[in-house]
């Protein structure tokens, strides 16, 4: 499934070729493209995308882990080049990262996850799941929430309640094209999910690869994160696990991530990034990149039965 236009192709932000590319098959039957980048003997990291984003979103990661580091990234259902599947919804998050682990690594080889956002959303929604406990050594949760997504969302700037609420829901759950990529475009995708200090290089790239989503996929996926309940999750999240989150994310505030942090069975630190927004992994890509690099130093060398 290529789609043209999808990612910036020079600089920074644009997406390394992979060592080797694969299809995991969901348990409904759904098709998961997934990237393997680095060295096959290497430590593995899992990067699980967020919401309108693809592998893409991670460049800057896989660029700099994939040196000593074997990177394994998806794109989720319906996202980049997966199609989308039959089901839409937290289970079937689930079951594509179990698909995706069950494919790339070895029985009780273990990896360090991270997710961005619905990535975040699915480590979550997988925690309780074997294959998970199988494979996951420790996780990031990066920008990210389980509960509350519209209530305590930031992008619409007037004091929490109903009418909030309202708008919100309107607004991330709307049905419009997002068009071509145009400077009023790249304007308001900052506004929404940037720190106002990010690159005008950094929004370009944010900014094709969002643009790129298809809108019945955009669609769909917002009507999950309206209705998500995820706190049982966290709290069968059993693994050492960081969450960073950006003090100007409007869409996942810093709220949720003390809430994460409260909640997590063995939660190893929260980091707030001054100024940065939703989309910490482009805006910080070496402050993230550090603190996935940090989970595999430090946790990466148990084996399972440790």
């Given at each position: 499934?290529?789609?043209?236009?999808?990612?910036?192709?020079?600089?920074a932000?644009?997406?390394?070729?992979?060592?080797?590319?694969?299809?995991?098959?969901?348990?409904?039957?759904?098709?998961?493209?997934?990237?393997?980048?680095?060295?096959?003997?290497?430590?593995?990291?899992?990067?699980?995308?967020?919401?309108?984003?693809?592998?893409?979103?991670?460049?800057?990661?896989?660029?700099?882990?994939?040196?000593?580091?074997?990177?394994?990234?998806?794109?989720?259902?319906?996202?980049?080049?997966?199609?989308?599947?039959?089901?839409?919804?937290?289970?079937?998050?689930?079951?594509?990262?179990?698909?995706?682990?069950?494919?790339?690594?070895?029985?009780?080889?273990?990896?360090?996850?991270?997710?961005?956002?619905?990535?975040?959303?699915?480590v979550?929604?997988?925690?309780?799941?074997?294959?998970f406990?199988?494979?996951?050594?420790?996780?990031?949760?990066?920008?990210?929430?389980?509960?509350?997504?519209?209530?305590?969302?930031?992008?619409?700037?007037?004091?929490?309640?109903?009418?909030?609420?309202?708008?919100?829901?309107?607004?991330?759950?709307?049905?419009?094209?997002?068009?071509?990529?145009?400077?009023?475009?790249?304007?308001?995708?900052?506004?929404?999910?940037?720190?106002a200090?990010?690159?005008?290089?950094?929004?370009?790239?944010?900014?094709?690869?969002?643009?790129?989503?298809?809108r019945?996929?955009?669609?769909?996926?917002?009507?999950?994160?309206?209705?998500?309940?995820?706190?049982?999750?966290?709290?069968?999240?059993?693994?050492?696990?960081?969450?960073?989150?950006?003090?100007?994310?409007?869409?996942?505030?810093?709220?949720?991530?003390?809430?994460?942090?409260?909640?997590?069975p063995?939660?190893?630190?929260?980091?707030?990034?001054?100024?940065?927004?939703?989309?910490?992994?482009?805006?910080?890509?070496?402050?993230?990149?550090?603190?996935?690099?940090?989970?595999?130093?430090?946790?990466?060398?148990?084996?399972?039965?440790?």
């Open positions: 499934m290529s789609r043209r236009g999808t990612h910036v192709t020079s600089g932000y644009a997406p390394p070729a992979p060592a080797r590319t694969l299809t995991a098959v969901s348990a409904d039957g759904a098709r998961l493209h997934v990237e393997v980048h680095g060295p096959e003997q290497g430590p593995a990291v899992i990067l699980a995308h967020g919401w309108v984003c693809s592998t893409a979103f991670w460049a800057a990661q896989i660029r700099e882990l994939a040196v000593d580091h074997r990177v394994i990234a998806y794109d989720q259902r319906g996202h980049g080049r997966s199609p989308a599947g039959a089901a839409c919804g937290t289970e079937a998050l689930a079951d594509d990262l179990e698909a995706v682990l069950d494919a790339t690594l070895a029985p009780g080889e273990k990896a360090v996850i991270a997710g961005h956002s619905m990535g975040g959303m699915t979550m929604a997988a925690a309780g799941r074997a294959g406990r199988e494979h996951a050594v420790a996780v990031l949760l990066c920008s990210t929430g389980s509960s509350r997504l519209v209530a305590e969302a930031l992008v619409i700037p007037i004091r929490a309640g109903r009418p909030r609420t309202w708008l919100t829901r309107r607004l991330l759950g709307s049905r419009a094209p997002l068009g071509p990529v145009t400077p009023l475009a790249r304007r308001i995708l900052k506004y929404g999910t940037m720190g200090g990010s690159a005008p290089h950094m929004v370009e790239a944010c900014a094709r690869i969002v643009h790129a989503c298809p019945k996929v955009r669609y769909a996926w917002s009507q999950v994160l309206d209705l998500l309940d995820l706190d049982h999750g966290v709290r069968e999240l059993k693994v050492p696990t960081a969450v960073l989150v950006g003090s100007a994310d409007r869409l996942t505030p810093p709220v949720q991530a003390r809430a994460l942090a409260a909640a997590l063995n939660c190893v630190g929260v980091t707030e990034l001054p100024g940065l927004g939703h989309m910490s992994p482009v805006e910080a890509p070496e402050l993230v990149t550090g603190k996935i690099r940090e989970l595999v130093m430090t946790y990466a060398g148990i084996r399972e039965g440790a």
